[in-house]
Protein backbone atom coordinates (compact mmCIF):
# COMPACT_ATOMS: atom_id res chain seq x y z
CA UNK A 1 0.00 0.00 0.00
CA UNK A 2 1.27 3.52 -0.82
CA UNK A 3 1.81 6.32 1.35
CA UNK A 4 -1.50 8.47 1.81
CA UNK A 5 -2.37 11.67 3.76
CA UNK A 6 -5.86 11.35 5.87
CA UNK A 7 -7.89 13.95 6.86
CA UNK A 8 -11.43 13.37 9.09
CA UNK A 9 -13.98 15.80 7.84
CA UNK A 10 -15.99 17.74 10.35
CA UNK A 11 -18.80 18.96 7.75
CA UNK A 12 -19.75 17.33 4.29
CA UNK A 13 -18.77 20.97 3.00
CA UNK A 14 -15.28 20.34 4.34
CA UNK A 15 -15.33 16.84 2.99
CA UNK A 16 -16.16 17.43 -0.53
CA UNK A 17 -13.72 20.39 -1.31
CA UNK A 18 -11.58 18.11 0.12
CA UNK A 19 -11.69 15.67 -2.15
CA UNK A 20 -12.55 18.03 -5.37
CA UNK A 21 -9.55 19.77 -5.06
CA UNK A 22 -6.73 16.98 -5.13
CA UNK A 23 -7.60 14.69 -8.43
CA UNK A 24 -5.88 11.28 -5.95
CA UNK A 25 -8.23 11.99 -3.34
CA UNK A 26 -10.94 9.11 -2.21
CA UNK A 27 -13.79 9.35 0.54
CA UNK A 28 -13.87 6.82 2.98
CA UNK A 29 -16.33 5.40 4.82
CA UNK A 30 -16.17 2.01 6.15
CA UNK A 31 -13.53 0.75 3.78
CA UNK A 32 -14.78 -2.60 3.39
CA UNK A 33 -14.09 -2.34 -0.04
CA UNK A 34 -11.40 0.47 -0.98
CA UNK A 35 -8.83 -0.58 1.87
CA UNK A 36 -8.63 -4.08 0.03
CA UNK A 37 -8.28 -1.98 -3.44
CA UNK A 38 -5.80 -0.07 -1.68
CA UNK A 39 -3.74 -2.80 -0.44
CA UNK A 40 -3.77 -4.75 -4.42
CA UNK A 41 -2.51 -1.16 -5.68
CA UNK A 42 -5.51 -1.07 -7.83
CA UNK A 43 -6.66 1.83 -6.25
CA UNK A 44 -3.54 4.50 -5.01
CA UNK A 45 -5.45 7.54 -3.48
CA UNK A 46 -2.69 9.89 -2.04
CA UNK A 47 -5.09 11.67 0.76
CA UNK A 48 -8.18 10.03 2.13
CA UNK A 49 -11.26 11.88 3.62
CA UNK A 50 -13.16 10.12 6.28
CA UNK A 51 -16.67 10.78 6.07
CA UNK A 52 -17.53 8.69 8.71
CA UNK A 53 -18.37 11.31 11.43
CA UNK A 54 -21.20 13.60 9.72
CA UNK A 55 -24.20 12.21 11.26
CA UNK A 56 -25.38 10.91 8.22
CA UNK A 57 -26.24 7.61 9.80
CA UNK A 58 -29.98 8.70 10.45
CA UNK A 59 -32.96 6.65 9.04
CA UNK A 60 -36.27 8.28 9.02
CA UNK A 61 -39.61 9.04 7.37
CA UNK A 62 -40.38 11.40 4.72
CA UNK A 63 -43.52 13.94 4.54
CA UNK A 64 -44.74 11.93 1.57
CA UNK A 65 -44.77 8.23 3.07
CA UNK A 66 -41.32 6.97 2.03
CA UNK A 67 -38.22 6.75 3.61
CA UNK A 68 -34.95 9.53 4.22
CA UNK A 69 -31.83 6.29 4.46
CA UNK A 70 -28.26 8.77 5.71
CA UNK A 71 -25.50 7.42 3.37
CA UNK A 72 -23.55 6.24 6.46
CA UNK A 73 -25.90 3.75 7.87
CA UNK A 74 -23.96 0.69 8.08
CA UNK A 75 -25.73 -2.08 6.62
CA UNK A 76 -27.09 -4.06 9.51
CA UNK A 77 -28.83 -1.32 11.00
CA UNK A 78 -30.58 -0.94 7.71
CA UNK A 79 -31.41 -4.12 7.35
CA UNK A 80 -32.42 -4.67 11.20
CA UNK A 81 -34.77 -0.86 11.24
CA UNK A 82 -37.89 -1.92 11.81
CA UNK A 83 -39.74 0.45 9.01
CA UNK A 84 -38.21 -1.57 6.68
CA UNK A 85 -38.19 -4.72 7.65
CA UNK A 86 -42.03 -4.35 7.82
CA UNK A 87 -42.46 -2.04 4.55
CA UNK A 88 -39.72 -2.61 2.44
CA UNK A 89 -38.78 -6.36 3.22
CA UNK A 90 -36.86 -6.81 -0.15
CA UNK A 91 -34.58 -4.28 1.09
CA UNK A 92 -33.62 -5.73 4.32
CA UNK A 93 -33.46 -9.56 2.68
CA UNK A 94 -31.17 -8.04 -0.19
CA UNK A 95 -28.96 -6.69 2.73
CA UNK A 96 -28.89 -9.65 4.83
CA UNK A 97 -27.87 -12.06 1.69
CA UNK A 98 -24.57 -9.37 0.63
CA UNK A 99 -21.24 -10.18 2.38
CA UNK A 100 -20.64 -11.01 6.47
CA UNK A 101 -22.29 -9.86 9.51
CA UNK A 102 -18.78 -8.24 10.44
CA UNK A 103 -18.86 -6.66 7.43
CA UNK A 104 -22.05 -5.32 7.28
CA UNK A 105 -21.57 -4.22 10.49
CA UNK A 106 -19.07 -2.07 8.71
CA UNK A 107 -20.07 -1.08 5.69
CA UNK A 108 -22.51 1.76 4.68
CA UNK A 109 -25.49 2.67 2.52
CA UNK A 110 -23.50 4.82 -0.12
CA UNK A 111 -20.41 2.99 -0.32
CA UNK A 112 -22.50 -0.05 -0.84
CA UNK A 113 -23.61 1.74 -3.98
CA UNK A 114 -20.39 2.55 -4.75
CA UNK A 115 -18.45 -0.61 -4.40
CA UNK A 116 -16.35 -1.76 -7.67
CA UNK A 117 -16.72 -4.96 -9.27
CA UNK A 118 -15.55 -8.18 -8.03
CA UNK A 119 -14.31 -9.26 -11.30
CA UNK A 120 -11.24 -11.39 -10.67
CA UNK A 121 -9.18 -9.99 -13.41
CA UNK A 122 -10.41 -6.10 -12.20
CA UNK A 123 -8.78 -7.69 -8.98
CA UNK A 124 -5.34 -9.59 -10.89
CA UNK A 125 -3.18 -6.94 -11.81
CA UNK A 126 -1.29 -9.39 -14.01
CA UNK A 127 -4.12 -9.32 -16.33
CA UNK A 128 -5.12 -6.83 -18.95
CA UNK A 129 -8.75 -5.10 -17.48
CA UNK A 130 -10.38 -2.06 -19.18
CA UNK A 131 -11.84 -1.24 -15.83
CA UNK A 132 -8.46 -0.75 -14.22
CA UNK A 133 -6.12 0.12 -16.92
CA UNK A 134 -8.29 2.13 -19.98
CA UNK A 135 -7.42 0.70 -23.15
CA UNK A 136 -5.29 -3.00 -21.65
CA UNK A 137 -8.17 -5.18 -22.52
CA UNK A 138 -10.30 -7.58 -21.23
CA UNK A 139 -9.11 -10.65 -20.00
CA UNK A 140 -12.81 -12.00 -19.45
CA UNK A 141 -14.13 -12.25 -22.52
CA UNK A 142 -12.04 -15.15 -22.88
CA UNK A 143 -11.21 -15.95 -19.96
CA UNK A 144 -13.39 -17.77 -16.93
CA UNK A 145 -16.72 -15.75 -17.06
CA UNK A 146 -19.04 -18.06 -15.63
CA UNK A 147 -19.72 -14.78 -12.90
CA UNK A 148 -19.57 -12.36 -15.52
CA UNK A 149 -22.65 -10.17 -16.94
CA UNK A 150 -24.96 -10.96 -19.97
CA UNK A 151 -26.71 -8.12 -20.55
CA UNK A 152 -25.55 -4.25 -20.58
CA UNK A 153 -22.01 -5.18 -21.80
CA UNK A 154 -19.52 -4.15 -23.84
CA UNK A 155 -16.82 -5.68 -25.95
CA UNK A 156 -14.92 -3.14 -23.45
CA UNK A 157 -16.01 -5.18 -20.32
CA UNK A 158 -18.53 -7.82 -19.06
CA UNK A 159 -18.09 -7.40 -15.33
CA UNK A 160 -20.76 -7.51 -12.76
CA UNK A 161 -21.74 -4.79 -10.22
CA UNK A 162 -21.79 -6.84 -6.90
CA UNK A 163 -24.23 -4.84 -5.02
CA UNK A 164 -27.15 -6.84 -3.36
CA UNK A 165 -28.42 -4.08 -1.56
CA UNK A 166 -28.47 -1.79 -5.21
CA UNK A 167 -30.73 -4.49 -6.76
CA UNK A 168 -33.80 -4.14 -4.17
CA UNK A 169 -33.12 -0.23 -4.20
CA UNK A 170 -33.07 -0.30 -8.24
CA UNK A 171 -37.00 -1.80 -7.80
CA UNK A 172 -37.77 0.32 -5.08
CA UNK A 173 -37.01 3.16 -7.61
CA UNK A 174 -34.54 5.27 -4.83
CA UNK A 175 -33.13 7.78 -5.58
CA UNK A 176 -29.88 8.90 -4.74
CA UNK A 177 -28.98 12.12 -2.81
CA UNK A 178 -25.38 14.43 -3.75
CA UNK A 179 -24.04 17.48 -2.89
CA UNK A 180 -21.11 18.72 -5.25
CA UNK A 181 -18.24 20.88 -4.31
CA UNK A 182 -19.92 23.89 -5.31
CA UNK A 183 -22.57 23.25 -2.91
CA UNK A 184 -25.10 21.92 -5.71
CA UNK A 185 -27.62 19.57 -4.58
CA UNK A 186 -29.24 16.68 -6.89
CA UNK A 187 -31.44 13.48 -6.70
CA UNK A 188 -30.90 10.84 -8.82
CA UNK A 189 -33.07 7.94 -9.94
CA UNK A 190 -30.78 5.18 -9.21
CA UNK A 191 -31.14 3.79 -12.27
CA UNK A 192 -29.26 6.54 -13.70
CA UNK A 193 -26.61 6.47 -11.11
CA UNK A 194 -24.19 3.67 -12.88
CA UNK A 195 -23.16 4.05 -16.65
CA UNK A 196 -23.08 1.04 -19.01
CA UNK A 197 -19.29 0.38 -19.88
CA UNK A 198 -19.38 1.38 -23.84
CA UNK A 199 -16.28 2.50 -24.55
CA UNK A 200 -14.98 3.66 -20.85
CA UNK A 201 -16.00 1.06 -18.50
CA UNK A 202 -13.54 2.63 -15.70
CA UNK A 203 -16.09 5.50 -15.49
CA UNK A 204 -18.54 3.85 -13.11
CA UNK A 205 -21.30 6.53 -12.50
CA UNK A 206 -22.78 9.82 -13.33
CA UNK A 207 -20.77 11.39 -9.97
CA UNK A 208 -17.91 14.15 -10.58
CA UNK A 209 -15.16 13.96 -8.62
CA UNK A 210 -15.72 15.20 -5.52
CA UNK A 211 -19.72 14.62 -5.14
CA UNK A 212 -20.68 13.04 -2.32
CA UNK A 213 -23.92 10.66 -1.87
CA UNK A 214 -25.25 12.08 1.47
CA UNK A 215 -28.61 10.13 1.34
CA UNK A 216 -31.00 7.60 -0.37
CA UNK A 217 -34.47 8.50 -0.47
CA UNK A 218 -37.47 5.34 -0.89
CA UNK A 219 -41.07 6.38 -1.97
CA UNK A 220 -43.61 5.26 -0.32
CA UNK A 221 -43.76 1.35 -0.62
CA UNK A 222 -45.66 0.21 -3.90
CA UNK A 223 -48.40 -2.45 -3.50
CA UNK A 224 -47.77 -6.19 -3.69
CA UNK A 225 -45.59 -8.79 -1.85
CA UNK A 226 -41.83 -8.10 -2.09
CA UNK A 227 -38.98 -10.50 -1.92
CA UNK A 228 -35.39 -11.05 -2.88
CA UNK A 229 -33.96 -14.03 -3.91
CA UNK A 230 -29.98 -14.89 -4.66
CA UNK A 231 -28.37 -17.63 -6.56
CA UNK A 232 -25.11 -18.46 -5.02
CA UNK A 233 -22.42 -21.02 -5.02
CA UNK A 234 -22.15 -21.33 -0.96
CA UNK A 235 -25.06 -20.04 1.33
CA UNK A 236 -23.08 -17.25 2.83
CA UNK A 237 -20.21 -14.99 1.46
CA UNK A 238 -20.50 -15.01 -1.79
CA UNK A 239 -21.53 -12.96 -4.61
CA UNK A 240 -24.86 -13.59 -6.90
CA UNK A 241 -24.40 -15.70 -9.81
CA UNK A 242 -28.06 -14.07 -10.23
CA UNK A 243 -30.47 -12.50 -7.73
CA UNK A 244 -33.67 -11.20 -8.22
CA UNK A 245 -35.55 -8.22 -6.35
CA UNK A 246 -39.59 -8.45 -7.31
CA UNK A 247 -42.54 -6.71 -5.91
CA UNK A 248 -45.87 -8.25 -7.46
CA UNK A 249 -49.20 -7.17 -6.74
CA UNK A 250 -51.54 -10.21 -7.76
CA UNK A 251 -55.22 -10.32 -7.59
CA UNK A 252 -57.26 -13.91 -7.99
CA UNK A 253 -55.04 -14.89 -10.60
CA UNK A 254 -54.00 -12.36 -12.74
CA UNK A 255 -51.02 -9.94 -12.12
CA UNK A 256 -51.95 -6.23 -11.59
CA UNK A 257 -48.86 -4.94 -11.17
CA UNK A 258 -45.08 -6.09 -11.57
CA UNK A 259 -41.60 -4.37 -10.30
CA UNK A 260 -38.48 -6.61 -11.11
CA UNK A 261 -34.22 -6.08 -11.00
CA UNK A 262 -32.00 -8.65 -11.86
CA UNK A 263 -28.30 -8.43 -10.56
CA UNK A 264 -25.17 -10.73 -11.04
CA UNK A 265 -26.08 -9.97 -15.04
CA UNK A 266 -25.11 -6.92 -15.96
CA UNK A 267 -22.76 -3.98 -15.20
CA UNK A 268 -25.10 -2.18 -13.07
CA UNK A 269 -28.53 -2.97 -10.84
CA UNK A 270 -31.12 -4.49 -14.12
CA UNK A 271 -34.23 -3.12 -14.06
CA UNK A 272 -36.40 -5.96 -16.67
CA UNK A 273 -39.05 -3.71 -17.86
CA UNK A 274 -39.98 -5.99 -20.28
CA UNK A 275 -40.69 -8.58 -18.15
CA UNK A 276 -42.83 -6.19 -15.64
CA UNK A 277 -44.77 -5.00 -19.33
CA UNK A 278 -45.42 -8.73 -20.12
CA UNK A 279 -46.12 -9.76 -16.10
CA UNK A 280 -48.42 -6.23 -15.75
CA UNK A 281 -52.44 -7.39 -16.39
CA UNK A 282 -51.82 -11.02 -17.61
CA UNK A 283 -53.30 -14.28 -15.76
CA UNK A 284 -50.59 -16.31 -14.13
CA UNK A 285 -49.85 -19.07 -16.16
CA UNK A 286 -46.78 -21.31 -16.57
CA UNK A 287 -46.63 -20.25 -20.50
CA UNK A 288 -46.79 -16.39 -18.86
CA UNK A 289 -43.88 -16.63 -16.57
CA UNK A 290 -41.46 -18.67 -18.73
CA UNK A 291 -42.16 -16.18 -21.49
CA UNK A 292 -41.50 -13.43 -18.90
CA UNK A 293 -38.75 -14.68 -17.62
CA UNK A 294 -37.39 -15.00 -21.11
CA UNK A 295 -37.80 -11.67 -22.17
CA UNK A 296 -35.62 -10.20 -18.88
CA UNK A 297 -32.71 -11.63 -21.15
CA UNK A 298 -33.73 -10.93 -24.29
CA UNK A 299 -30.55 -10.60 -25.95
CA UNK A 300 -28.16 -12.12 -23.49
CA UNK A 301 -24.72 -13.06 -24.72
Known sequence: MQPFSYQRADTVETAVAAVAGRPAARF????????????????????????????????????EGGLHIGAQVRNSDLAADPIVRSRYPALSQALLAGASGQI???ASTGGNLLQRTRCPYFYNRNMPCNKREPGAGCAALRGFNRMHAVIGTSQACIAVHPSDMAVAMAVLDANVETVSPGGETRSIPIGDLYR?????????????????????????????????????????????????????EVSGN???????????VAPK?????????RLAGAALSDN?????????LAGAV
Not at 39 to 56: A, F, M, Q, S, T
Not at 217 to 242: E, H, I, M
Not at 269 to 277: D, G, I, K, V, Y
Open 104 to 106: RNK
Open 28 to 63: IAGGTNLLDLMKLGIERPEHLVDIGRLGLDRIEPTE
Open 254 to 264: RVRTARVALGG
Open 269 to 277: PWRALETES
Open 196 to 248: LPGTTPHQETVLAHGEMITGVTLPPPPAGRQAYRKVRDRASYAFALVSVAAII
Open 288 to 296: VLTDAAEAA
